[in-house]
């Protein structure tokens, strides 16, 4: 059975730091790109970071850029979120997400073309 599992969310003051792992069983996933998207209080689920398969490629939503880090580690089949200076509005749901499609050269930012999916976590960021 294929399945994402998310940790590391929490309350944390703004400017600080918070590390998401995204820990993934039952398919390759060193053969799939994963995405992190973010779905706040009242607002729709959005693209927050994606990696693709081979760890060569990376993209982020412009809200994050410079701030959020995506990386994998294909050896433990987990993916990570870093996640440095929050603001308040980061505050969400964030789940960790695999491409429906294997090696797949470029990253996508719509949660359609995602097939798995972790059950989230909450990021909380207090001003």
């Known amino acids: 059975q294929v399945q994402l599992v998310e940790s590391g969310g929490g309350l944390v003051q703004a400017g600080g730091s918070l590390r998401l792992s995204c820990a993934a069983s039952?398919?390759?996933?060193?053969?799939?790109?994963m995405g992190w998207f973010r779905q706040a209080p009242g607002k729709e689920r959005v693209f927050v970071a994606g990696?693709?398969?081979?760890?060569?490629?990376?993209y982020y939503a412009d809200s994050v850029k410079g701030r959020f880090t995506i990386s994998r580690d294909s050896a433990k089949n987990t993916v990570y979120l870093q996640m440095n200076s929050l603001k308040p509005e980061d505050t969400a749901v964030y789940f960790c997400?695999?491409?429906?499609?294997?090696?797949?050269?470029?990253?996508?930012?719509?949660?359609?073309?995602?097939?798995?999916w972790g059950q989230g976590t909450q990021v909380t960021v207090s001003s």
């Open positions: 039952g398919r390759t996933f060193s053969s799939y790109n």
């Open positions: 997400a695999a491409d429906r499609m294997s090696y797949r050269m470029y990253i996508e930012t719509i949660d359609g073309a995602y097939d798995v």
């Open positions: 990696i693709r398969w081979d760890g060569y490629r990376t």
